[in-house]
């Protein structure tokens, strides 16, 4: 009798762990999960547009182009039309949005006009625009040499 009293509580903690085990892949599984939903939902937030895409969109004169460097960066000069509010400033809630202009960020390189983006998405709640690679790929699409 002492022998099966054994094997049931064997049998029963077995049981025991592999629900737990289960529970815990479960929760690991189900976090992995989530993790994938938000990046995929911050990468999807944030729309890198090429140069040729803002040009039209600068053309079309519907936009609200912000650059979002620095004062010694904006002092060598802006893409026509945009306006300078430094990432360091930048609050997407302070934004005057009622005059239906989609904003369209920039800088340098595109990694602060990212971030830029990032935030402005997470305030409207949708996807928000930068130039990928920044003033740099304007420039290098505009020269004339």
């Known amino acids: 009798m002492q022998a ?15 629900a737990c085990t289960s529970e815990a892949a479960e929760s690991a599984a189900d976090a992995a999960t ?3 939903v938000a990046e995929a939902a911050r990468e ?5 547009l090429s140069v040729d895409e803002l040009a039209t969109l600068v053309d079309a004169g519907n936009i609200r182009l912000i650059d979002v460097r620095r004062d010694d960066e904006v ?3 802006m893409i026509p039309g945009a306006e300078h509010i430094m990432l360091d400033d930048f609050d997407p809630a302070a934004l005057d949005l009622s005059d239906g202009r ?3 960020l920039y800088c340098r390189s595109g990694r602060r006009s990212g971030i830029a983006a990032e ?4 305030h409207t709640g949708e996807p928000a625009k930068h130039l990928g690679g920044g003033i740099i790929a304007w ?3 505009n020269s004339t040499d």
């Not at 009293?5 to 592999?18: F, G, P, Q």
């Open 139 to 141: 420039r290098e699409a």
């Open 44 to 48: 999807t937030a944030v729309v890198d």
């Open 102 to 104: 989609e904003v369209v």
């Open 34 to 36: 989530e993790s994938a």
């Open 75 to 77: 002092a060598e000069g």
């Open 4 to 18: 099966r009293t054994s094997m049931i509580s064997i049998v029963a903690a077995s049981l025991c762990l592999a």
């Open 119 to 122: 935030k402005l998405a997470a």
